[in-house]
C-alpha cells in the first residue's frame, strides 16, 4: 500500500502496488467491491503479463490487461457470485460504450494503444470478448486452452499476441466454422451491437392450463450478429437492496436471487439492422421485458434494452396460447 498522492494499481511478479485511496474507504455492497475487484485484476496479471509475457506490438497489451479483466469477471463470480459479476460487467461495458472512439475504433488485432479509445477496447472490450468467447467455447475447453497457451510461450523466447491465441483456442473448438466467424467478428473486425425493444405485447391465457404468450420485437440497430436471450418477467425486484455488506452472510444473502422474482426465456440469433420476434410463454403473469438478462452479450446502451409489457389482452382461442 502507499500514499494515496495517486490513484492506482500495479501488479508486479509477487507484489501489488495498491494506492490507499483505491477504495479502501468506500462501504462493500453485492454489487460492489472496489478493493477486492482491483485486486482480481492486478492478482490476475501473476499470469496475464507476468508468466504471460505479450508482444509489444498490436494486440499484445490486450493479453494482458483484457485477460486480466476476464479473469476478474470469472473469480468475482466464483467467490461473490454472479450478482457482481453482472454489476462489474455492466460497469466496464458503460465504460467502453462512453470511452471509445467509435468513429475510428480499429479491430482488436490492431489496438496498439496510441489512439484515444484504445485504453477501453484493450481493458473493457477485451474483457467483454473473452468472456464471451469463454461461453461460445465452453469453460472447460477454454480453461485447457489458455493453460495449453500459457505453457507453449512462459518460457520464451517468443512473445505472444492475441493472434497467437486465437490460433491456439481454434484447436480446442468443436465448430471452427463458428469459431472463425466469432473470432473474426469480434477480434479481426469492429462489431458492438446495440438492442431495442421495439414492442412487448402479451396475450392472457384462455381456459384452463393456458399459458401467457408475449410477443417481445427486438431490434439490433448496432453492428455484429449474436445469439440473444430476452426474459419476460413478472416485474418484482430480482435481487435484494443492494445493503452494505460486512460479514460473508450479508454477502451470500444479498447475492441470492429473491423468490418473489420469477421470468421466462426464449433466445434467437440477431444480425445487424435486424428485428427478431422473441416469441416467449410462461405461467406468470408478464410485466418487463428484459433483453440479455444474465449480462452474457456486450451493447451499447444497455438501459435501453428494456420495457415494460403493454397491450394484455384475453385470448380468444385455445391456439393462440400454443
Known amino acids: 500500500e502507499f500514499p494515496g498522492r495517486a490513484c492506482f494499481a500495479q501488479g508486479f511478479p509477487t507484489n501489488i502496488t495498491f494506492s490507499e485511496s483505491l477504495g479502501f474507504m468506500s462501504k462493500p455492497t ?3 467491491d472496489t478493493p477486492f475487484m482491483v485486486t482480481a485484476h492486478e492478482a490476475a496479471h501473476q499470469w496475464f503479463g507476468n508468466i504471460l509475457r505479450p508482444g509489444a506490438a498490436p494486440g499484445g497489451n490486450i493479453l494482458s490487461e483484457g485477460m486480466a479483466h476476464y479473469a476478474s469477471a470469472r473469480l468475482i463470480r466464483q467467490v461473490r457470485g454472479d450478482r457482481m459479476r453482472m454489476a ?3 460497469g466496464i461495458e458503460f465504460t467502453y460504450g462512453n470511452a471509445r472512439s467509435a468513429d475510428d475504433e480499429l479491430p482488436m488485432t490492431e489496438t496498439d494503444g496510441s489512439r484515444s479509445g484504445d485504453t477501453t477496447v484493450t481493458y473493457d472490450k477485451g474483457g467483454w470478448v473473452f468472456w464471451m468467447l469463454m461461453e461460445h467455447l465452453g469453460e472447460d475447453r477454454m480453461d485447457a486452452g489458455i493453460r495449453e497457451f500459457i505453457g507453449k510461450f512462459m518460457a520464451g523466447p517468443d512473445h505472444p499476441l492475441l493472434q ?17 466467424a466469432f473470432t473474426k467478428q469480434w477480434f479481426f473486425d469492429v462489431a458492438v451491437p446495440e438492442f431495442k425493444v421495439e414492442s412487448a405485447e402479451a396475450t392472457a391465457p384462455s381456459g384452463a392450463g393456458g399459458r401467457w404468450r408475449t410477443v417481445v420485437k427486438v431490434r439490433n440497430a448496432g453492428t455484429g450478429t449474436v445469439p440473444l436471450e430476452v426474459a419476460v418477467t413478472n416485474g418484482e425486484e430480482r435481487w435484494p437492496p443492494a445493503a452494505v455488506c460486512r460479514t460473508p452472510e450479508e454477502r451470500a444473502a444479498a447475492a441470492t436471487q429473491r423468490a418473489e422474482y420469477r421470468d421466462a426465456r426464449g433466445r434467437r440469433t440477431i444480425a445487424a439492422g435486424e428485428v427478431v420476434e422473441f416469441v416467449v410463454e410462461s405461467d406468470l403473469e408478464p410485466a418487463k421485458a428484459v433483453v440479455d438478462p444474465d449480462v452474457r452479450t456486450l451493447m451499447l446502451n444497455r438501459k435501453l434494452a428494456e420495457s415494460d409489457v403493454t397491450g394484455v389482452t384475453q385470448a380468444t382461442s385455445p ?3 400454443r
Open 164 to 180: 497467437d491465441l486465437v490460433e491456439s483456442l481454434r484447436t480446442h473448438a468443436p465448430d471452427a466454422a463458428a469459431y472463425d
Open 319 to 321: 391456439t393462440s396460447a
Open 30 to 32: 453485492a454489487e460492489q
Open 88 to 90: 462489474f460487467m455492466r
